[in-house]
């Protein structure tokens, strides 16, 4: 896949998801950084005001792979939904893809795509 692919159908489900009244704006940001290598970041505000905050880091030589990435879902107020990340932790985490619950605790989980995020 090419990285314009990726970010084509990224836009293409952010403008599926609007359409549904769910969100009331979004930032996009999408940066090529060579012809395999991007960065997109952004800001999804739902109606109720609730924000996921997201951050991708590909690279797609071979196939699809987020080097970093961080999806952060917090209520109006800032109280933590739930974010997924592959961020380093101390003291280590046996795992890599994380998802941080809103209790506070952290666990194993695959790699999420922006459209399948709960």
Excluded: C, W
Excluded at 27 to 41: C, F, N
Excluded at 58 to 70: A, C, G, M, N
């Amino acid at each position: 896949m090419l990285l314009t692919e990726y970010f084509a159908n990224l836009v293409k489900g952010i403008e599926e998801y609007s359409k549904t009244n769910l969100i009331i704006d979004t930032d996009l940001h999408i940066d090529s950084r060579t012809e395999k290598i991007g960065v997109t970041k952004g800001v999804i505000t739902f109606i109720d005001d609730s924000k996921l905050f997201f951050t991708e880091y590909l690279d797609v030589r071979y196939k699809i792979e987020k080097l970093t990435y961080s999806f952060h879902f917090q209520q109006i107020d800032g109280k933590l939904i739930f974010r997924y990340d592959n961020a380093d932790h101390t003291p280590r985490l046996n795992f890599n893809s994380h998802k941080h619950v809103s209790s506070g605790e952290i666990v194993q989980s695959v790699i999420p795509e922006l459209g399948n995020i709960t």
